[in-house]
């Protein structure tokens, strides 16, 4: 049984990141995010009005998550320097290895690149969990049923979904409480 945890999402962590400091696509369903972010010198970009970058943002947003949905990648593949070359131009289509990034079609315009990285720096954990050891009850079914990653995200309070057959999202404070990371597990099953 191998299980992948996801503890660090950079894509969607900046895209979360994106919203809050540019205060856009607030009409999309995001749980509120803890810690919360400090946009620090981050502003809307004067290249666009806020509805072009609302819909960027949405398309991007979806885009993050379409990219867990791709099917039986080889994610134990190590993609080449060219793969890379070529995933990293703007408008490519989605790389089963390598996620879509903000920065890639857009750069860093507007973001205050050290303001985010102190939040995102705040998002990793300083000692590794057992949660998943703690969880093996309802780890093991849920393993059996297809899933083979976990997403954590930075939302407060409790957060479970199932993105796919493989994939259970949760937000942090979700697998850091025993009880309710077993709850997420048994989730969509």
Do not use: C
Request: no cysteine; hydrophobic share 40%.
């Amino acid at each position: 049984m191998a299980i992948a945890v996801d503890e660090h999402p950079l894509s969607l962590n900046l895209l979360l990141f994106i919203r809050h400091a540019w205060s856009i696509a607030a009409d999309v369903e995001i749980p509120g995010l803890r810690p919360d972010p400090d946009p620090g010198a981050s502003r809307l970009p004067e290249s666009a009005g806020v509805a072009e970058w609302e819909d960027r943002w949405r398309i991007a947003w979806k885009r993050a998550w379409d990219w867990y949905k791709i099917e039986d990648p080889d994610r134990m593949k190590h993609p080449t320097t060219e793969i890379m070359r070529q995933v990293l131009r703007p408008a490519q289509d989605l790389h089963p290895l390598i996620p879509p990034i903000w920065t890639t079609e857009y750069g860093w315009n507007g973001l205050d690149r050290d303001a985010f990285n102190a939040w995102d720096r705040d998002l990793s954990p300083g000692i590794p969990t057992d949660a998943e050891r703690q969880s093996l009850p309802d780890l093991i079914p849920a393993w059996e049923g297809g899933l083979d990653t976990v997403i954590v995200l930075p939302y407060a309070g409790y957060f479970a979904q199932r993105i796919s057959r493989r994939h259970l999202a949760v937000s942090a404070e979700t697998r850091n409480d025993p009880e309710a990371y077993r709850r997420a597990l048994r989730a969509g099953m």
